[in-house]
């Protein structure tokens, strides 16, 4: 019965039959014996299922569920013309009939086949480029940064419930993030665009938002902001152009 989509030291480690006292958690000593003792567990269960080298991994899961396993991220896809719009049609067909798994997903290899016409823009705090900056180097980022054809970065109000769950542990370490994507995207010769990510017109509607994110999800599960830690959700409304040049001053 337990949460297989939660992967902390907390829940590996319960998965696992593990010892872990929380008081104790985030030392690193402390945190790296548990991660080796998980480590072996987790190789004497492939010894038991005869996975033996690292190429026999690929046994682990079959290649139809792949989508179902790993991190999945936001992305934003505009079409440029008609092929475009066939193609993104299709990715469409695929994301909610084939892949689909507590939402719509795509793999990334699909979306490489049907690409042609289509501008993919890098999506919201949920994106690749804005989560993996956080811990990837600049090099990393960079490979990361290549794969789009322009990258978001949006208002700091945006990212706001970032900071009360504790993924940023202050507005300085979120502005800097910001910062480093735009750095790292210039340098890559990619365009970075400031987007709203809007979900409603004013920000008095955020209202609905709010009616909406507690609902369970279509496939299962809740909205990313609907954790509890999350006591304000951010507003996500239409800011005018005025709006957005202040938010990014």
């Not at 569920?65 to 505009?78: A, E, T, V």
């Not at 665009?193 to 999800?217: C, F, S, W």
Request: glycine share 8%.
């Amino acid at each position: 019965d337990q949460d297989q989509s939660r992967h902390g030291l907390s829940a590996i480690t319960k998965r696992y039959g593990v010892e872990f006292d929380e008081e104790h958690h985030h030392r690193g000593d402390y945190d790296a014996l548990a991660t080796g003792l998980v480590f072996h567990k987790m190789m004497k269960k492939m010894e038991g299922i005869n996975i033996i080298k690292v190429s026999d991994m690929e046994k682990l899961v079959n290649k139809d569920d792949i989508h179902k396993f790993g991190r999945s991220y936001h992305i934003n896809l505009l079409v440029r013309n008609k092929v475009g719009l066939k193609n993104l049609f299709k990715i469409i067909s695929i994301a909610n009939t084939k892949h689909f798994y507590r939402g719509a997903r795509i793999l990334r290899s699909e979306l490489e086949e049907l690409r042609e016409g289509i501008l993919v823009g890098s999506g919201c705090a949920e994106s690749e480029v804005f989560v993996e900056a956080r811990s990837k180097s600049i090099e990393e980022l960079r490979d990361i940064v290549g794969f789009y054809d322009y990258v978001e970065v949006q208002p700091l109000e945006v990212y706001g419930h970032l900071l009360q769950t504790g993924d940023f542990l202050n507005k300085e370490e979120l502005v800097n993030n910001v910062k480093k994507v735009i750095d790292v995207t210039r340098e890559s010769d990619k365009i970075i665009v400031a987007t709203g990510d809007v979900h409603h017109i004013t920000r008095e509607d955020k209202i609905y938002r709010e009616i909406i994110i507690n609902q369970k999800l279509p496939g299962g599960g809740l909205h990313p902001l609907a954790k509890r830690d999350i006591t304000e959700i951010p507003s996500q409304h239409f800011r005018t152009t005025n709006e957005m040049l202040e938010d990014f001053s």
